[in-house]
């Protein structure tokens, strides 16, 4: 059980025995104010400096106030500044489903918890991904909501115009029972589902082994849909302009603390503090625009009622242990496949569909805002239909 956090609670949380999620188990990321405890959000010092929570994180008293029952916290990248899932100070929790490899991160712990035959689901953050990788990597349901659908008050910042809380399953039925719970009802979609199309951009993008299996998994679950490009804009530079944009946020919420703390940063996060604090008003001014015209492009190009279909992850989870230079290469592929849902504000769904290498690969749905529901009752028509 390396993918719990040193100061995870010894003793299971609940509130109420009834409810939708009565009886559930489930383990939480590292990030979010727990009644009696402290955060670390990744990272040893910040949890020395971290004053122990008054209540639960608002999305938390929804779960246990809805039955469920918290059994522990998980390790997380830290300061949530990676997709990878190594965490110089805490360790590199298993994934089982690809043993030897990386679980994919920020949410890496909540996700490799899932490998084991534990619990029932975990709760995670996604910003850049870090719900939606890991659960390509570790062969789980995986959903980045719309931006502003699940009350994030109680989690630690990093980029609050991208932060999201999302959340890992393995069985439908639970999946579907999470969302019940924590999506805000007032803004549900009204538009009606139309039709699946291939985002055809998003999967020149993946290995060539990945775009094969999901040809044959197309040509068996949704034969003869159509192809789009979700924008003409290069996927690297859609993924450059998040990164400018996130970097910033970061250097307004995490940046200030550590200058005053000065904790003990692994390298590769530390580079990337770096970046980030050297980020200018100018680039940040150009990259919301940016942002701006992407938004209405893939409004013209996914419309309300369609739902795009593509590999979550160019490639299966990289074995551990890996160089900097490795590592990197590795997240700029990836982030030019999650950026769009981030930089758009809309829901995306990780499914475990695919192999690559003998491991898992997810495919992804990434609707339009609001549609969250819709996604989550779609997923049969994927994994049974």
């Known amino acids: 059980m390396n993918f719990l956090m040193p100061h995870s609670p010894k ?24 009644k009696g405890l402290k955060t670390s959000c990744g990272n040893p010092d ?19 106030n809805n039955g469920a029952v918290l059994k522990g916290i998980t390790i997380c990248d830290e300061f949530f500044y990676s997709l990878i899932g190594e965490n110089g100070h805490y ?10 490899c ?12 899932l490998t084991e035959n534990l619990y029932d689901f975990s709760i995670g953050s996604d910003t850049g991904g870090s719900v939606r990788i890991p659960a390509s990597f570790c062969g789980l349901m995986g959903i980045r909501p719309t931006h502003d659908r699940i009350n994030t008050n109680g989690v630690y910042p990093m980029a609050p115009s991208f932060d999201t809380v999302g959340w890992f399953a393995k069985k439908i039925e639970v999946f579907q029972k999470i969302g019940d719970v924590l999506l805000n009802n007032n803004e ?41 490009r979700l924008s003409t804009l290069t996927k690297s530079e859609i993924a450059d302009n998040f990164r400018i944009l996130q970097g910033n946020e970061v250097k307004e919420n995490v940046l200030p603390w550590i200058t ?3 904790p003990t940063i692994s390298p590769e ?14 680039e940040v001014k150009l990259a919301k625009t940016f942002r701006n015209k992407l938004v209405k492009e893939v409004e013209n190009s996914l419309p309300e009622g369609v739902i795009a279909i ?25 982030m030019e496949m999650t950026s769009i849902a981030g930089m758009t504000y809309r829901p995306q769904i990780s499914l475990p569909c695919l192999k690559n290498k003998n491991r898992p690969v997810g495919i992804s749905l990434l609707g339009w805002k609001y549609s969250d529901e819709i996604l989550l009752k779609k997923i049969t028509d994927i994994i049974e239909g």
Request: some cysteine.
């Open 188 to 228: 549900t979609s009204k538009a009606n589902f139309k039709k699946y199309v291939i985002a055809e951009d998003l999967l020149e993008i993946a290995e060539t082994e990945v775009q094969n299996e999901f040809k044959k998994f197309i040509d068996l679950k949704l034969p003869g849909i159509s192809k789009v």
């Open 260 to 262: 005053k703390n000065k």
């Open 310 to 334: 593509f590999p979550t992850a160019p490639f299966s989870a990289p074995v551990c242990g890996q160089d900097d230079a490795s590592l990197g290469s590795y997240r700029k592929k990836l």
């Open 91 to 100: 360790g590199t929790p298993n994934n089982l489903n690809a043993p030897g």
């Open 269 to 282: 996060i530390n580079a990337r503090i770096e970046m980030a604090s050297k980020i200018t008003n100018d």
């Open 102 to 113: 990386v679980p994919g991160g920020s949410s890496s712990g909540s996700a490799a918890a």
């Open 11 to 34: 003793q299971e949380i609940s509130i109420n025995k009834n409810g939708v999620l009565n009886n559930l188990s489930f383990v939480l990321k590292d990030m979010c104010k727990i």
């Open 46 to 64: 910040f949890y020395v400096k971290c004053s122990i929570a008054e209540d639960h994180a608002p999305f938390l008293n929804e779960l246990l």
